[in-house]
């Protein structure tokens, strides 16, 4: 065993996983995270837990790994986070835990993820849940969204003892684990549900096909439902368009409603009503993970399918390991080009997407160089559907019925980054509710700050 390497992980053959929705990565048996755990130096001042938003204290977890007290490392990864198997599979870890080891100063830095990730198998598989909460405090706190945030705020303040609900307006719990990220980097049946019970099992309820702002206020909430705080961790769920010529056309969507058919709906499954909207030539506008989400589901769905980015590889705010899992299945790049234009036809169908090359300029506010069109690169990109994938921001619902919520020009509600706190006395939130669309890991790491804020609040 070479200790400066990483013990490789097995995946599907890309020819043959472009062609089904099972999962790309295959992880890592007890053997392999055995080995790998062995290759942990368990710094006394670890940077890896700096890195962590959540703060897991991995080199307790990795030793326990390594010295086959499997359980037990599941219990350490379980005091800090309540969705280890989904951390350990979509959290961009080379930017975090693993950006910070020490062993990859001179190699390879340890696979966290890939370890978190058969610890919380290795748990589901032999039954193991979460330590139970010592006893209830008589307090009731509301959490709308099971989501993420939701989820890691509902956990951490069960195991404090509080009596939580969550409420969910779609008919299944998971928010974006859920309708979002594809089966073939998240399993449904396999991992999030497994994941959501394991938080229920700490005493958590979730009503489910309950729209705050609709059946229920956060005002009725406090006010007459008896609930001592709320915390808000609704997602951003609004898909943003370029408001380019030909944006309404039919065969155009957002990510947003693509990924949900094909997940919460299960329109890729023939044996289901819901249609998949779909081509044979698809053209993914956006460079994020879910922009690479909604190509490499169109791509199984059959269709040859492209990524328009205007900027350069370089520049792609997608995780490395998606970008490189497209390419080996058969995505086309097209970078530095830019949409300006959607055609139909006569009856009002997509038929293509005029773009333009770019370049790269001087830098803008983001610190990335702004593109810049080439003059006279015009060029048509021949597709018959369109997936616009160029972020999202929170729905204005919960907001527009809150009396004395603060959000900020982008409707995004206003909270403290360290409590959760918003202006409104008992109220907090966090996640993509708060910041608008980031990762997994960060909205967990909201509502973990969010579930201290309550705590502390209700605790004066």
């Known amino acids: 065993m070479d200790a400066m390497k990483k013990v490789p992980v097995r995946e599907q053959d890309a020819k043959v996983r472009a062609a089904n929705f099972e999962e790309v990565c295959l992880g890592y048996n007890e053997e ?53 198997a989904v951390c350990g599979r979509v959290c961009p870890q080379e930017k975090q835990c693993e950006g910070k080891c020490i ?25 193991v849940r979460p330590a139970k909460p010592a006893g209830a405090n008589g307090k009731k706190v509301a959490v709308i969204g099971s989501g993420p945030s939701g989820l890691s705020c509902a956990g951490d303040l069960a195991k404090l003892g509080y009596d939580v609900t969550i409420f969910e307006a779609l008919h299944e719990a998971g928010g974006v684990l859920t309708y979002g990220i594809p089966e073939f980097r998240l399993p449904k049946d396999d991992v999030v549900k497994p994941e959501v019970e394991n938080v229920k099992s700490l005493g958590v309820r979730i009503e489910t096909n309950v729209v705050v702002g609709k059946a229920v206020t956060v005002d009725e909430l406090l006010e007459e439902e008896g609930f001592d705080a709320v915390f808000i961790g609704s997602g951003a769920g609004l898909p943003m368009f370029m408001g380019i010529p030909g944006e309404q056309a039919n065969g155009v969507y957002s990510a947003n409603e693509y990924l949900t058919r094909s997940n919460l709906m299960k329109a ?37 399918t492209h990524i328009i980015y205007r900027r350069s590889e370089a520049e792609l705010p997608a995780r490395a390991e998606e970008v490189h899992h497209a390419k080996e299945e058969g995505i086309r790049f097209d970078l530095l080009t830019n949409p300006t234009e959607i055609l139909a036809d006569e ?48 729905n204005p619902l919960i907001s527009s019925t809150t009396r004395g919520l603060e ?22 939130a966090g996640g993509d509710a708060v910041t608008g669309a980031a990762t997994v890991i960060l909205a967990m790491e909201a509502g973990r700050n969010g579930a201290a804020g309550i705590h502390e609040f209700l605790s004066k």
């Open 347 to 394: 009856n009002g169908w997509v038929c293509g997407i005029r773009c333009v090359r770019m370049e790269l300029g001087e830098p803008d506010a983001s610190g990335r160089r702004r593109p810049v069109p080439v003059e006279g690169s015009e060029f048509v990109i021949d597709v018959d559907t369109v997936i616009m994938s160029l972020g999202t921001s929170p």
């Open 407 to 428: 959000v900020n020009k982008k409707k995004c509600i206003v909270a403290e980054e360290a409590t959760g706190r918003t202006s409104k006395e008992g109220v907090y």
């Open 268 to 304: 890729r499954l023939e044996n289901y009503d819901t249609p998949m909207p779909h081509g044979k030539r698809v053209a993914v506008v956006g460079g994020g993970n879910v922009a690479m989400d909604a190509a490499r589901t169109a791509l199984r769905m059959g269709a040859e």
């Open 32 to 84: 392999e995270a055995r080995e790998e755990a062995a290759r942990c130096l368990n710094c006394k001042n670890a940077q890896c837990v700096k890195g962590c938003p959540v703060h897991i204290n991995i080199p307790a977890f990795i030793r326990e790994v390594k010295e086959g007290n499997v359980e037990a490392a599941y219990q350490v990864i379980s005091e800090s986070s309540s969705l280890p």
């Open 103 to 127: 062993r990859g100063i001179k190699g390879e830095p340890i696979s966290i993820g890939k370890l978190e990730r058969f610890t919380a198998d290795w748990a589901r598989e032999h039954g």
